[in-house]
């Protein structure tokens, strides 16, 4: 499986960006998708994740901001950001997870938000 990422860039606080991930292979319908972010010095969090029922999960730091949703007709996971915050930036990855498998990680995307 391979994840491209594209949609990152530089914007001003309260700004948006759209963040497009997509996925090659048959099984993206049965994964849990899921966008992860690491800033410098900063572990890798998970900013938020969409199941295959499109339940979804944020972080408590991007709830009301950030929309994560799925296309599993064109294999692509989204995350809208909105409403963007200095402490944003990030390198922001794609993730896919699927049972039995190991993750696999998209290239990483950077998000800079200036102040």
């Known amino acids: 499986v391979q994840l491209q990422a594209s949609g990152g860039g530089l914007v001003q606080a309260g700004g948006s960006l759209r963040l497009s991930c997509e996925a090659s292979?048959?099984?993206?319908?049965?994964?849990?998708m899921g966008w992860y972010r690491q800033a410098p010095g900063k572990q890798r969090e998970l900013v938020a994740a969409?199941?295959?029922?499109?339940?979804?999960n944020y972080a408590d730091s991007v709830k009301g901001r950030f929309t994560i949703s799925r296309d599993n007709a064109k294999n692509t996971v989204d995350l809208q950001m909105n409403s963007l915050k200095p402490e944003d930036t990030a390198v922001y990855y794609c993730?896919?997870?699927?049972?039995?498998?190991?993750?696999?990680w998209g290239q990483g995307t950077l998000v800079t938000v200036s102040s």
């Open positions: 993730n896919m997870k699927m049972r039995l498998r190991p993750d696999a």
């Open positions: 292979g048959s099984m993206f319908s049965f994964a849990v």
């Open positions: 969409i199941l295959p029922s499109r339940t979804t």
